[in-house]
Nanobody, 119 residues
Framework: QVQLVESGGGLVQPGGSLRLSCAAS????????MGWYRQAPGKQRDMVAI???????SYADSVQGRFTISKDDAATTVYLQMNNLTFEDTAVYYC?????????????WGQGTQVTVSS
């Protein structure tokens, strides 16, 4: 069974940094696009950053230049380096990955990790 487990969230002051990690485990044959989404209270879940199998990246305008998405060589762990955090970055951050397993190609989601930016 494939699982995505996020870590690295927490409380940080404005201007601070956090690094989120998301590790995929289970019977994974191939990985395609991986990414991060976030959902603030009362708002919809929005894309933050994605990285393709060719390591092409795309970012939401609101985080461009502040956040960096990357993945390890095995392409089973994806990271989100978040710098110069603002109050508006407060949200639950979810990892997602399009993976090939014995169950076929599916999109998987992590359980989410809370990021709170507060002074």
């Amino acid at each position: 069974q494939v699982q995505l487990v996020e870590s690295g969230g927490g409380l940080v002051q404005p201007g601070g940094s956090l690094r989120l990690s998301c590790a995929a485990s289970g019977s994974i044959w191939l990985t395609n696009t991986m990414g991060w989404y976030r959902q603030a209270p009362g708002k919809q879940r929005d894309m933050v950053a994605i990285i393709t199998s060719e390591r092409r990246t795309s970012y939401a305008d609101s985080v461009q230049g502040r956040f960096t998405i990357s993945k390890d060589d095995a392409a089973t762990t994806v990271y989100l380096q978040m710098n110069n955090l603002t109050f508006e970055d407060t949200a639950v951050y979810y990892c997602t990955a399009n993976l090939l397993s014995p169950a076929g190609w599916r999109n998987y989601w992590g359980q989410g990790t809370q990021v709170t930016v507060s002074s």
